[in-house]
């Protein structure tokens, strides 16, 4: 069975500081991994995901096998970056595709 | 374009009645998911549809739950003699296919129904 954990309940940061918010995951397939994000008021939706090796918002994740993680970050932290994320997993070969979330960081970026 | 929908957007109950729980996806998804969310936790997977194939019902918590989707439309997920702990925001997400040893396609999910059972 697959598990998602993200260790930090919690993130204050100061504008302009860098960000990293924690994600491990374990599976013993090949997962991928995806961050969504949730901003007062709007509905959860895809950040980014692992596969795309993209740069959404300023922020990146890499996949990192070897220590089963898969961290988001960001260099210059913004206000509107403010938000609750979560980390996700979906086994590849899992028939639904079904995702696996994390328990969610709130992310705070204080003037 | 229409986003996932869901109704009502907050439902109260009495421990013991009966909710059902209304999704609508966006057309042409033939994928739909139900999720629960309860306070201050991740999203659990509950139900799982893909086009005309039997439902994948491995993460319903009980047999009070059941949820029904008419070829590729709406969704409805009931919840019978509801309890306390089924108080939680039930999320549905759609997308476009499922895709089998390849990528997962994007998952959109709507506002999300908050249901309270008092």
């Known amino acids: 069975a697959q598990r998602v954990t993200q260790p930090e309940k919690l993130l204050s940061v100061f504008k302009g500081a860098p960000v990293e918010l924690k994600c491990n995951y374990s599976y013993s397939g090949s997962p991928e991994l995806f961050w969504y994000v949730q901003y007062s008021r709007q509905r959860l939706q895809l950040l980014l995901r692992?596969?795309s090796r993209e740069s959404i918002k300023g922020f990146t994740a890499d996949l990192n096998k070897g220590e089963t993680s898969f961290h988001l970050k960001k260099p210059f932290a913004q206000e509107e970056d403010s938000a609750m994320y979560y980390c996700?997993?979906?086994?590849?070969?899992?028939?639904?595709?079904?995702?696996?979330f994390g328990g969610g960081t709130r992310l705070m970026v204080k003037p | 374009g229409a986003g996932v929908s869901q109704s009502p957007s907050n439902k109260v109950t009495e421990k013991g009645k009966d909710v059902e729980l209304r999704c609508d996806p966006i057309s042409g998804h033939t994928a739909l998911y139900w999720y629960r969310q309860r306070l201050g936790q991740g999203l659990e997977f509950l139900i799982y549809?893909?086009?005309?194939?039997?439902?994948?019902k491995s993460g319903l918590p009980s047999d009070r739950f059941s949820a029904e989707r008419t070829g590729e439309s709406v969704s409805t997920l009931t919840i019978q003699r509801t309890q306390q702990e089924d108080s939680a925001v039930y999320l549905c997400a759609s997308s476009l296919r499922r895709t089998s040893g390849f990528s997962t396609d994007t998952q959109y999910f709507g506002p999300g129904t908050r249901l309270t059972v008092l």
């Open positions: 692992h596969i």
């Open positions: 549809f893909q086009g005309n194939s039997a439902p994948d």
């Open positions: 996700a997993l979906s086994a590849v070969k899992n028939a639904g595709n079904m995702l696996t």
